[in-house]
C-alpha cells in the first residue's frame, strides 16, 4: 500500500512488504563448513577485471593475492582459504546469463592457513595516502552493490575536499537484513572503519542513515559512537529505495545532486556500512574481502538466516546448508527482489557483489493479469527519480526510444517501485529494462560504426600517404633519369666539342707547315 510523506526531502517510493523478520533476529551463522572448492572470478567490480598472478598447480594461502588489479579503476581478488591452484578456466558467472568468465579455481586443502599479514601497530596514525593504498591492496569494493573500488572513492574524496562521509545504512530491499545485522553484531568495528574512511579522505564528519525499521541496529551504532563527536546516527523512514545513494543523501542533508553529477560535485561521498566493516578489517586486521554476510532467504528456505561465507563458495552449497528444498524453488534470486538478478543455476559462486540468496517459491513469484492503464498517476508518485514512467513505457511500446530518452529514460534506477504499485499491474520497469538494453545495443552498434569508419578513414589516409609517397618517388626518379640525361648530353656536346677544337688545332697547324 502506497503511503505519501510530507517531507519534502523524500520524493516517491513505496511501502513494500519487508519480509525481513525471519532472518533480522538470528545471529550470523559461522558455522558454513568449508567448500573443496573456492571459485573465484577475476571480474568482481566495476572496471577492468583482475589479471591472474598463478598458474595451475601452484600452492596458495588464505589471503594470498590471486589477481592484482589492473588500472586505476580495478581490484584485485585474493584467496578465500588456503589450497592448490586446481584451474584457471571459464565458469558460469553469477548473472541472468550464466555466460562464463575468467575464474580461478582453488582446491582447498582443509588448513583454512593464512598468509603472513601485515597489521600496523596504531592504525588511526596512518598517513591518508596509506590507508587507501591498503583499502585498495585488499580489494575492498562498494558491498551496496554497486561494487566501486573503495579506494578510488576515498582518493576521490581527498581531491574533492569533502566535508561530509554518508554511511548508507538503509537497507531498503525486501528479505535482506545482512547489513542490519552486522551492525547489531559489529557495530565498533564499521565505527572504526568509518573512522579510517573520514582519516583517508580527511573529511571531518560522517552522517549514519539507518532505517527506522532497525531499532536495534540503530541503538547498538549510537552507542558504539557515543564517543565520536563527528558521527551522527541518524534515522530515517523506511521507505524503498531509500538506499539509493541519491535518495538517502537528499533526506540527510537536503542536497540535491546536479544532473549527470556526483556526490562529490557538492562535498559528500557515500559508502555503504558493510564496505566500512571491510576497511576495518583490510586496516585494522591486514585481511582482505575474502568473505561477506549473505542473506538466505525465501519461503522455499528452512533455515533462513544470515550467513558469513568465503568468497567463491558455490550458492547451491550455501543453500544446501540452510536447507532449501529444492523442490519447492520457482525463482533463485542474487541480491533482493526489486533490484537483484534472476540466476538461472545455483551452480554459481557467491562474489563480493552478494548481499542475498533468495529462494522463491510459486506462490511468491505469482503475477496477477495485466490490464489496461486507468491513468491513475500512481506510478509517478512512486518514483523516486521524479519520472513519467506511463509516458515512457508507452514510447517504448511505439518503438520511440528516443522520445522515451527525452522523458528521462536513463535517469531511470530501475527500482520497480512503479510496478509494484500499478494497480494494473503494468510490468513497468521490464519495459525499462528492455529499453536500456536496446539502447546500449544502439551504442554498441554506433561504436563499431564509428570504429569502422574511424578504420576505413585510417587505411585510405594511409593509402593516401602511400600514394603520394609513390607519387613523390616517381617524381624523384623521373627527376634524377632527366638530370643524368642532361649530364650525359652535356658531356657529350663537351666531348664533341673537344673533338672539334682538336680537329680545328690540327688544320690550322697544317696550314701553317
Given at each position: 500500500m502506497l503511503a505519501l510523506f510530507e517531507n519534502p526531502r523524500l520524493?516517491?517510493?513505496?511501502?513494500?512488504?519487508e519480509h525481513?523478520?525471519?532472518?533480522?533476529g538470528v545471529p550470523i551463522a559461522l558455522d558454513m563448513p568449508l567448500p573443496k572448492k573456492l571459485f573465484i572470478p577475476v571480474q568482481q567490480h566495476v572496471g577492468k577485471p583482475a589479471e591472474p598472478l598463478v598458474k595451475v598447480g601452484d600452492k596458495v594461502l588464505k589471503g594470498q593475492l590471486l589477481a592484482h588489479?589492473?588500472?586505476?579503476i580495478s581490484a584485485p581478488v585474493h584467496a578465500p582459504s588456503s589450497g592448490i591452484i586446481a584451474d584457471v578456466v571459464e565458469y558460469p558467472a553469477p548473472h541472468p546469463s550464466a555466460l562464463p568468465i575468467r575464474t580461478i579455481i582453488i582446491q582447498t586443502d582443509g588448513l583454512d592457513q593464512w598468509a603472513a599479514v601485515d597489521i600496523p601497530t596504531d592504525p588511526f596514525q596512518l598517513a591518508a595516502t596509506e590507508i587507501c593504498a591498503r583499502v585498495g591492496a585488499a580489494g575492498v569494493v562498494g558491498l551496496g552493490g554497486a561494487?566501486?573500488?573503495s579506494a578510488v572513492k576515498l582518493d576521490l574524496g581527498r581531491k574533492n575536499k569533502i566535508h561530509t562521509?554518508?554511511?548508507n545504512a538503509g537497507e531498503c530491499e525486501p528479505y535482506l537484513t545482512c547489513d542490519d545485522r552486522l551492525m547489531q553484531e559489529r557495530a565498533g568495528e564499521i565505527v572504526s572503519g568509518i573512522r579510517l574512511m573520514l582519516l583517508g579522505m580527511n573529511a571531518p564528519e560522517a552522517t549514519i542513515g539507518i532505517e527506522d525499521n532497525k531499532p536495534e541496529a540503530y541503538a547498538a551504532m549510537r552507542t558504539a559512537c557515543a564517543?565520536?563527536?563527528?558521527?551522527?546516527?541518524?534515522?530515517?523512514?523506511?521507505?524503498?529505495?531509500?538506499?539509493?545513494?541519491?535518495?538517502?543523501?537528499?533526506?540527510?542533508?537536503?542536497?540535491?545532486?546536479?544532473?549527470?553529477?556526483?556526490?562529490?560535485?557538492?562535498?559528500v561521498v557515500i559508502h555503504n556500512v558493510a564496505t566500512a566493516h571491510a576497511v576495518y578489517r583490510a586496516v585494522c586486521l591486514g585481511q582482505p574481502l575474502i568473505t561477506r554476510v549473505v542473506t538466505v532467504s525465501g519461503s522455499a528456505v528452512d533455515k533462513p538466516q544470515n550467513v558469513e561465507v568465503l568468497i567463491g563458495t558455490l550458492m547451491s552449497e550455501v543453500l544446501a546448508h540452510c536447507e532449501v528444498k529444492k523442490t519447492k524453488v520457482a525463482r533463485l534470486i542474487m541480491g533482493g527482489p526489486m533490484m537483484g538478478d534472476a540466476l538461472p543455476i545455483s551452480e554459481v559462486p557467491v562474489v563480493k557483489a552478494c548481499s542475498g540468496i533468495l529462494a522463491l517459491s510459486e506462490q511468491d513469484i505469482e503475477l496477477p493479469e495485466v490490464k489496461p492503464c486507468i491513468r491513475c498517476s500512481t506510478c509517478v508518485t512512486a518514483c523516486p527519480v521524479g519520472l513519467l514512467p506511463l509516458e515512457m513505457a508507452s514510447r517504448i511500446r511505439a518503438n520511440q526510444l528516443d522520445a522515451a530518452v527525452d522523458l528521462g529514460l536513463k535517469d531511470c534506477i530501475n527500482c520497480g517501485s512503479c510496478s509494484y504499485v500499478c494497480p494494473s499491474s503494468i510490468p513497468l520497469v521490464h519495459y525499462f529494462k528492455f529499453a536500456a538494453g536496446e539502447l546500449y545495443k544502439r551504442q554498441q552498434m554506433e561504436h563499431k560504426a564509428e570504429q569502422t569508419k574511424r578504420l576505413i578513414d585510417d587505411r585510405n589516409q594511409r593509402m593516401e600517404i602511400i600514394r603520394?609517397?609513390?607519387e613523390a618517388e616517381a617524381r624523384r626518379v623521373m627527376e634524377a633519369r632527366a638530370a643524368r640525361a642532361r649530364e650525359q648530353e652535356l658531356a657529350k656536346q663537351k666531348a664533341q666539342q673537344a673533338l672539334?677544337?682538336?680537329?680545328?688545332?690540327?688544320?690550322?697547324?697544317?696550314?701553317?707547315?
Amino acid at each position: 500500500m502506497l503511503a505519501l510523506f510530507e517531507n519534502p526531502r523524500l520524493r516517491g517510493g513505496i511501502h513494500a512488504e519487508e519480509h525481513k523478520n525471519q532472518t533480522s533476529g538470528v545471529p550470523i551463522a559461522l558455522d558454513m563448513p568449508l567448500p573443496k572448492k573456492l571459485f573465484i572470478p577475476v571480474q568482481q567490480h566495476v572496471g577492468k577485471p583482475a589479471e591472474p598472478l598463478v598458474k595451475v598447480g601452484d600452492k596458495v594461502l588464505k589471503g594470498q593475492l590471486l589477481a592484482h588489479s589492473q588500472g586505476t579503476i580495478s581490484a584485485p581478488v585474493h584467496a578465500p582459504s588456503s589450497g592448490i591452484i586446481a584451474d584457471v578456466v571459464e565458469y558460469p558467472a553469477p548473472h541472468p546469463s550464466a555466460l562464463p568468465i575468467r575464474t580461478i579455481i582453488i582446491q582447498t586443502d582443509g588448513l583454512d592457513q593464512w598468509a603472513a599479514v601485515d597489521i600496523p601497530t596504531d592504525p588511526f596514525q596512518l598517513a591518508a595516502t596509506e590507508i587507501c593504498a591498503r583499502v585498495g591492496a585488499a580489494g575492498v569494493v562498494g558491498l551496496g552493490g554497486a561494487v566501486f573500488p573503495s579506494a578510488v572513492k576515498l582518493d576521490l574524496g581527498r581531491k574533492n575536499k569533502i566535508h561530509t562521509l554518508i554511511i548508507n545504512a538503509g537497507e531498503c530491499e525486501p528479505y535482506l537484513t545482512c547489513d542490519d545485522r552486522l551492525m547489531q553484531e559489529r557495530a565498533g568495528e564499521i565505527v572504526s572503519g568509518i573512522r579510517l574512511m573520514l582519516l583517508g579522505m580527511n573529511a571531518p564528519e560522517a552522517t549514519i542513515g539507518i532505517e527506522d525499521n532497525k531499532p536495534e541496529a540503530y541503538a547498538a551504532m549510537r552507542t558504539a559512537c557515543a564517543a565520536f563527536a563527528n558521527i551522527k546516527v541518524v534515522q530515517v523512514p523506511t521507505r524503498y529505495p531509500m538506499g539509493w545513494d541519491r535518495q538517502m543523501l537528499r533526506y540527510l542533508t537536503g542536497w540535491e545532486i546536479p544532473a549527470d553529477g556526483r556526490a562529490t560535485d557538492i562535498g559528500v561521498v557515500i559508502h555503504n556500512v558493510a564496505t566500512a566493516h571491510a576497511v576495518y578489517r583490510a586496516v585494522c586486521l591486514g585481511q582482505p574481502l575474502i568473505t561477506r554476510v549473505v542473506t538466505v532467504s525465501g519461503s522455499a528456505v528452512d533455515k533462513p538466516q544470515n550467513v558469513e561465507v568465503l568468497i567463491g563458495t558455490l550458492m547451491s552449497e550455501v543453500l544446501a546448508h540452510c536447507e532449501v528444498k529444492k523442490t519447492k524453488v520457482a525463482r533463485l534470486i542474487m541480491g533482493g527482489p526489486m533490484m537483484g538478478d534472476a540466476l538461472p543455476i545455483s551452480e554459481v559462486p557467491v562474489v563480493k557483489a552478494c548481499s542475498g540468496i533468495l529462494a522463491l517459491s510459486e506462490q511468491d513469484i505469482e503475477l496477477p493479469e495485466v490490464k489496461p492503464c486507468i491513468r491513475c498517476s500512481t506510478c509517478v508518485t512512486a518514483c523516486p527519480v521524479g519520472l513519467l514512467p506511463l509516458e515512457m513505457a508507452s514510447r517504448i511500446r511505439a518503438n520511440q526510444l528516443d522520445a522515451a530518452v527525452d522523458l528521462g529514460l536513463k535517469d531511470c534506477i530501475n527500482c520497480g517501485s512503479c510496478s509494484y504499485v500499478c494497480p494494473s499491474s503494468i510490468p513497468l520497469v521490464h519495459y525499462f529494462k528492455f529499453a536500456a538494453g536496446e539502447l546500449y545495443k544502439r551504442q554498441q552498434m554506433e561504436h563499431k560504426a564509428e570504429q569502422t569508419k574511424r578504420l576505413i578513414d585510417d587505411r585510405n589516409q594511409r593509402m593516401e600517404i602511400i600514394r603520394l609517397e609513390q607519387e613523390a618517388e616517381a617524381r624523384r626518379v623521373m627527376e634524377a633519369r632527366a638530370a643524368r640525361a642532361r649530364e650525359q648530353e652535356l658531356a657529350k656536346q663537351k666531348a664533341q666539342q673537344a673533338l672539334s677544337d682538336i680537329a680545328t688545332k690540327v688544320t690550322v697547324e697544317e696550314g701553317n707547315s
